[in-house]
């Protein structure tokens, strides 16, 4: 299998785990992180697809980085870069720490980034 079918592959199953059921015991926040997982991954498949190396450069969470980069192949629209706000639930939250809770409206908006994302980025495969 090509290796960014096995990333466009984990990027899905990413955003498959962002949309479990939301329980008492389940954080708002580690969903979120999965549907930043989500695009980060689908990114990362693009950019493989379109011939660049999994460098150093290239790991990383944040998603600006990974967009400017995927810039030197495609046009990328700006409602894609919109998406790089998700990259705080990478870095900012992903672990428990000062930060505000995650509330269901903002989940609610990553889990669309995501969705938009991995369909935009599917169609460029």
């Not at 930043?36 to 990383?60: D, F, M, P, W």
């Not at 930060?99 to 599917?122: H, P, R, T």
Request: glycine share 4%; hydrophobic share 40%; charged share 30%.
């Amino acid at each position: 299998m090509d290796e960014y079918k096995i990333w466009i592959k984990r990027a899905y199953n990413s955003l498959a785990l962002a949309k479990v059921e939301k329980t008492d015991e389940i954080c708002y926040e580690d969903l979120c992180y999965n549907a930043q997982q989500a695009v980060e991954k689908g990114l990362k498949a693009l950019l493989i697809y379109y011939g660049e190396n999994l460098s150093r450069s290239l790991k990383t969470h944040d998603l600006f980085v990974l967009l400017k980069k995927l810039e030197q192949h495609v046009e990328v629209p700006d409602k894609m870069i919109e998406t790089a706000v998700l990259t705080e639930f990478a870095t900012g939250i992903r672990y428990p720490g000062d930060y505000e809770e995650v509330n269901e409206l903002s989940y609610q908006e990553a889990i669309k980034a995501a969705e938009y994302s991995l369909d935009w980025i599917s169609k460029q495969l």
